[in-house]
């Protein structure tokens, strides 16, 4: 918007050319009608509409300022929500993997002792399913840092466009 301009005089050329056609041409034969101005516009007062325009123009620019900031706020949210996320993944990565070392020896020495005649079947089977929950535990920590650190990626602008879709 270009606030202000209307305080400078303008000038305007105009032309204008007309041709009438009558259905009887008997009477009126056709007519050629030529017809050019010059307007010369000084602004005298305009009720204060340029203060205004001027005004509203710096509330726009302002507003889009606050705008653009909001935008930026939320993207530097999203980046630090997505970093802390992948960290957050990856300890639990670690967790579950000395989660599934541990069920995978309990399940180890509850084998042996079933074996050997002094571990019950019931013994067997609890530490065989823990040993199954640590495994799927492990790999749902695996599938939620493979998420965290794709929505960091996507977060840095790292996934946009054609290039971030398979081929």
Do not use: H
């Not at 041409?25 to 030529?34: G, L």
């Not at 340029?50 to 999203?78: F, L, M, P």
């Not at 995978?104 to 509850?110: L, M, R």
């Not at 823990?130 to 960091?152: G, K, S, T, Y």
């Amino acid at each position: 918007m270009a606030v202000g301009k209307d305080r400078r005089p303008q000038l305007a050329l105009t032309g204008v050319f007309n041709r009438n056609y009558y259905d009887p041409e008997v009477f009126v034969p056709k007519t050629n009608t030529w017809s050019v101005g010059v307007a010369l516009r000084i602004p005298l007062w305009n009720g204060l509409r340029n203060k205004y325009e001027v005004a509203a123009a710096k509330e726009d620019e302002q507003r889009a300022a606050a705008a653009a900031r909001a935008v930026e706020q939320s993207v530097i949210n999203q980046v630090w929500t997505s970093w802390y996320d992948v960290k957050t993944a990856a300890s639990r990565m670690e967790t579950s993997k000395d989660l599934l070392n541990s069920a995978t020896e309990s399940e180890q020495v509850a084998l042996g002792r079933y074996k050997e005649g002094v571990g019950s079947l019931l013994d067997l089977l609890t530490a065989q399913s823990a040993l199954a929950l640590a495994r799927a535990q492990e790999i749902a920590a695996r599938a939620d840092w493979l998420v965290a650190a794709a929505r960091l990626i996507y977060s840095t602008g790292g996934l946009t466009g054609a290039e971030a879709l398979p081929r």
